[in-house]
């Protein structure tokens, strides 16, 4: 019997499956030469990450760059995981896309307006399964 790797690859499907699971994950940006994250409530919606937001730095650093990045994870005490989604934001403008980014009850966390939804079409997908434990002993 092996004793079960504590870090694991996990296949898209399984990627989609867990972010779907959480609400809040990180959007990276850049602005000029700087990184820049920012904590975001979210859901999935068609295999791609829809967030609200205000106008302000979230919004322009997301749409001034053609790629960004997209994080959530979570953990318990036995174990935990981490989704990454590599993408294009698009700000969502059309009466169509605005109902259907509606449909799918985005609410905000905190008693702000917030009326822009971007829509993060992902380029790729990937996550790890981590298992916690001790460090093994050396041989």
């Excluded at 972010?19 to 990184?35: D, E, H």
């Excluded at 318990?76 to 259907?100: F, K, Y």
Aim: hydrophobic share 40%; proline share 5%.
């Amino acid at each position: 019997m092996t004793p079960q790797s504590p870090v694991s690859v996990l296949g898209e499907d399984e990627c989609w499956q867990l972010l779907s699971s959480v609400t809040l994950g990180r959007l990276v940006t850049t602005v000029g030469t700087r990184l820049e994250i920012f904590p975001v409530n979210f859901v999935v919606q068609r295999r791609t990450v829809l967030f609200r937001t205000a106008e302000g730095t979230k919004l322009i650093s997301a749409l001034w760059n053609d790629r960004v990045l997209f994080e959530a994870d979570e953990h318990n005490v036995v174990g935990g995981w981490s989704v990454i989604v590599r993408g294009e934001p698009q700000l969502l403008e059309t009466p169509e896309e605005i109902a259907e980014a509606e449909s799918g009850q985005l609410l905000s966390w905190i008693a702000t307006t917030k009326r822009r939804y971007v829509r993060i079409r992902p380029k790729e997908i990937s996550g790890r399964r981590f298992v916690f434990g001790s460090e093994p002993e050396d041989m």
